[in-house]
């Protein structure tokens, strides 16, 4: 494995080797895969880290390839942002409009895992949208 990747990827291959069962990390054709098997959160906390080191997945240099099984609409998930509320948005992505919050360890209700990235939630009060889903965790 080069030690470009490798340093590249530090952060998340950390995650991998702390967080994902059977992981299995390799190099192959200048491309690092990461395959394994994990919860849905993780599985989420590992796509949003690799679209922080490579944002829109440019660089095509990393399969991540995490199996985790899907959450089931209705799961409590707590809010476990560092200490500021949860934006909830009118769609997945961080250009729609802010159409409520989420207060700092909240439990909020999953609508539905949109992607690997956002999932639609409802809060106690009714407030219903996108959260960005590395700020949320099983309840």
Do not use: C
Not at 65 to 78: C, H, M, S, W
Request: charged content about 20%; cysteine-free; overall charge negative.
């Amino acid at each position: 494995m080069t030690m470009a990747l490798q340093a590249k990827y530090k952060e998340l291959i950390d995650l991998a080797n702390k967080d994902v069962s059977g992981v299995q990390i390799s190099e192959k054709n200048g491309a690092l895969y990461v395959n394994g098997s994990s919860n849905a959160v993780t599985k989420a906390k590992l796509w949003s880290l690799y679209n922080k080191i490579d944002p829109d997945f440019s660089s095509g240099d990393l399969v991540l390839n995490i199996t985790a099984p899907e959450l089931l609409p209705g799961t409590k998930l707590k809010v476990i942002t560092e200490s500021t509320n949860l934006n909830i948005r009118k769609g997945p992505s961080t250009t729609d409009a802010i159409v409520g919050k989420a207060a700092h360890h909240e439990v909020v209700t999953l609508v539905n895992q949109t992607n690997d990235q956002w999932w639609e939630i409802k809060t106690k009060d009714g407030e219903q949208g996108f959260a960005f889903t590395q700020y949320l965790a099983e309840a």
